[in-house]
């Protein structure tokens, strides 16, 4: 009997910490749900909507321009999922897409350092990226994963917004949107869960002379124009990385994209290398868990 109650003890001991350990992301679900939720009926009829979302759209605009979305996965596209103009460009453009030597240069650099091989033996990895490290309390983009293990093999890190990361970066996105592979950002621990509610705050918090956030782009203002252009959700905005700007004419990382969004809100930006930056991309790449890689990819 007694080895029976000592048995059925340690089993609810054990129970509750697997229900524990698999609560820490409990938040981070319902923020994600509630977005998926809120984007779709945003976009599911944007002239029936124009009321509620898309004040200051005309109803020819939006009947002519404005496709409906339908699925969730169709915003690993972003605006391109639903502007017809824009999407009709982006597919032409993707017919030869200028970014194919970058992806060739990547996988020589994967090939010419064997330590790459070490420490990501799977090149289709984009969608695991960012980590949370609870030995050293921080968060690990891919970015900051490839500079890491670098330097643990006696080299320099690289620029974190363009270069050789970046051609590096769209070999693993390319191997990852190949191998079908979808965005799967965990939050194991009680310092992860505190990280994304870090990064959460700042997405939504006011920065810069513009008192502007992320979230009244790309949340409020997701869908409207600024100029002749869209502004993106933020569900599916971490998917397609590295990404080829044609403002840019070339490639460059999450870090980068942030980095220009900041300064375009008036305020001083963050170093790519820096903890905000990362909690910043932890929360965003948590919010398209479940959508398919699409990286490397083009936008303006």
């Known amino acids: 009997m007694k080895k029976s109650i000592v ?33 779709l009926k945003r976009f599911e009829n944007p002239l029936k909507n124009r009321g509620l979302y898309f004040p200051y759209s005309t109803d020819k605009e939006l009947k002519n321009n404005m496709q409906p979305v339908k699925k969730v996965e169709d915003f690993r596209l972003g605006s391109y999922a639903f502007n017809k103009e824009g999407r009709a460009q982006y597919e032409e453009i993707k017919e030869m897409p200028p970014y194919e030597d970058n992806i060739d240069a990547g996988e020589e650099l994967y090939n010419k350092y064997a330590f ?15 980590k949370f490290d609870d030995k050293s309390g921080k968060v690990v983009t891919l970015t900051r994963a490839i500079n890491q293990c670098l330097v643990a093999n006696g080299q320099k890190p690289w620029k974190m917004t363009k270069g050789k990361m970046t051609d590096l970066e769209a070999y693993f996105a390319a191997k990852s949107t190949e191998a079908g592979k979808k965005v799967n950002v965990q939050i194991n621990s009680k310092a992860a869960a ?61 870090e980068r994209r942030i980095k220009g969004c ?39």
């Open 7 to 39: 048995k059925a003890s340690v089993l609810m001991l054990v129970g509750s910490a697997i229900l524990a350990a698999g609560s820490y992301n409990a938040q981070a679900e319902k923020d994600r749900k509630a977005l998926v939720e809120y984007t």
């Open 116 to 130: 790459f091989k070490k420490c990501f033996p799977d090149p289709a990895i984009a969608g695991e990226y960012p």
């Open 194 to 254: 505190e990280a994304y509610e870090r990064g959460k705050k700042e997405y939504y918090t006011q920065r810069g002379y513009l008192k502007l956030s992320c979230a009244n782009c790309h949340v409020q203002g997701a869908g409207q124009r600024v100029r002749r252009e869209y502004l993106s959700p933020l569900l599916g905005q971490t998917t397609h990385f590295p990404v080829y700007r044609l403002k840019w004419q070339g490639l460059g990382t999450m």
């Open 262 to 300: 900041e300064k375009n809100q008036g305020e001083n930006p963050h170093k790519p290398s820096s903890d905000w930056t990362a909690e910043m991309i932890y929360f965003m790449s948590y919010m398209s868990n479940g959508l398919p890689v699409d990286g490397p990819d083009v936008r303006k």
